[in-house]
């Protein structure tokens, strides 16, 4: 880099820096131009980052609190399920290193123009703050902070959508709960919301290695079974008829079954009734040792359906050593014996403290493998004569060799 480059640089993050902020709104009473200010000073001087015990979050329509358990934190409105901590520490360290960006000189009538009024005294949701507010383990208040409206600035492009310049989202409004004073920070604080959903664990189980699938529905003939010797192997149908012929390309997904499932959400209190499962069933066992009893609901219009857990399994306790093993072998197959041994025994407890509850899942779950017995097995392909074989062709009796494949190919 040249001395020239070098100094344009310079006196470039100069004038950045010294640049202030000129924040306007139409009408009287608006917020006054900002005074700049180069040196960083935290919105909270000592925020109380360990003592946090409960966040709870308040929007005008909706609130949710999640708080401390005895092993890890909770989400009170889905019956204390288990919450996903990643955020929620990420939520607090944003706290604790929070700097102002631009302190607004603004007077609290004009509060609703950034979305800083109370949640119970505004009169629409646009002029709402969502407030968060931190308390310890016995419920004493240690900190609170009012989010308002998300700062937008011109990116010097015409927006592809028309209407002007394209915008982007660069702070928000906040305002410390313990003053009236009001700044701009660099945050969005895009996470924090009052959704359930967005705060729980999403980890589930996970089913690896099908040694047996079966599936039972309302129409028994629908039901079917399938089983295989080897983990890498192909399965086969458990009392096949003698017309049926199972079809490996159309089973092939069953291997993977449920081999990376997800949740949406936890149905809890008066839902539970509106979300029965036993519509159909997958009972599974792994050649690891686990065995699964999955039940399901109905499929909603909004392919979304509800499904309960049971696992149990029966691990192998000890490793049968070798005819030829030396001491050093034994050693170390002994060692990565126990260590998969924990992790199984790990993968259990998780998956067992799924039971008890009941959770929605999309159907695309279940759908490529909730096929009814029929669509298994390998069809007769050959269309018969005068029939449709493509939308809107139909061939007429004399033409039936020039199929793909057929006589005249």
């Known amino acids: ?168 989202e660069a702070g928000r409004y906040i305002k410390p709960g313990s003053s009236n004073s009001v700044y701009l920070v660099g945050n969005i604080f895009e996470a924090v919301e009052t959704d359930p959903s967005k705060w729980i664990d999403k980890s589930f189980f996970q089913v690896d290695k099908i040694k047996t699938i079966e599936f039972k529905s309302e129409e028994k003939s629908n039901n079917w079974k399938l089983v295989r010797e080897k983990a890498d192997g192909d399965f086969t149908l458990v009392g096949a008829g003698k017309e049926e012929v199972l079809d490996q390309a159309k089973v092939s997904s069953m291997r993977g079954a449920f081999g990376n499932a997800q949740l949406e959400d936890v149905i809890t209190g008066e839902s539970i009734a509106e979300y029965p499962t036993g519509k159909t069933s997958f009972a599974i066992s792994t050649f690891e040792g686990f065995s699964y009893r999955i039940s399901l609901g109905e499929k909603s219009d909004l392919n979304e359906l509800s499904l309960s857990l049971k696992v149990s399994a029966e691990l192998q306790k000890e490793r049968k050593a070798g005819e030829d093993e030396s001491e050093e072998d034994k050693d170390r197959l002994d060692k990565a014996f126990d260590a998969e041994l924990n992790t199984q025994k790990a993968k259990l407890k998780k998956e067992k403290a799924l039971e008890g509850h009941l959770f929605k899942v999309r159907s695309y779950l279940v759908d490529s493998i909730s096929k009814p017995r029929a669509e298994l097995m390998v069809s007769e392909e050959a269309p018969a004569e005068g029939t449709e074989i493509a939308p809107g062709i139909t061939l007429p009796p004399g033409f039936q060799g020039l199929q793909p494949g057929g006589p005249g190919n």
């Open 1 to 168: 880099m040249g001395p020239k480059i070098l100094i344009r640089l310079l006196i470039a993050l100069a004038v950045i820096g010294g640049i202030a902020a000129a924040l306007h709104f139409k009408g009287s009473g608006g917020v006054s131009e900002v005074t700049s200010s180069t040196s960083k000073k935290k919105v909270f001087a000592d925020f109380p980052i360990n003592d946090v015990a409960a966040i709870e979050i308040r929007a005008k329509d909706a609130s949710l609190t999640l708080s401390k358990g005895e092993t890890a934190w909770e989400v009170k409105e889905r019956d204390g399920y288990t919450a996903n901590t990643e955020p929620i520490f990420s939520l607090l360290v944003e706290l604790w290193d929070l700097n102002i960006a631009q302190p607004v000189t603004i007077g609290r009538a004009q509060f609703g123009r950034l979305s800083l009024v109370a949640p119970d005294e505004a009169t629409s949701e646009e002029e709402a703050a969502t407030i968060l507010t931190f308390r310890d383990v016995e419920g004493k208040d240690l900190a609170s902070l009012w989010l308002g409206k998300v700062y937008e600035r011109s990116t010097n492009r015409p927006n592809p959508f028309g209407g002007g310049m394209a915008t982007a």
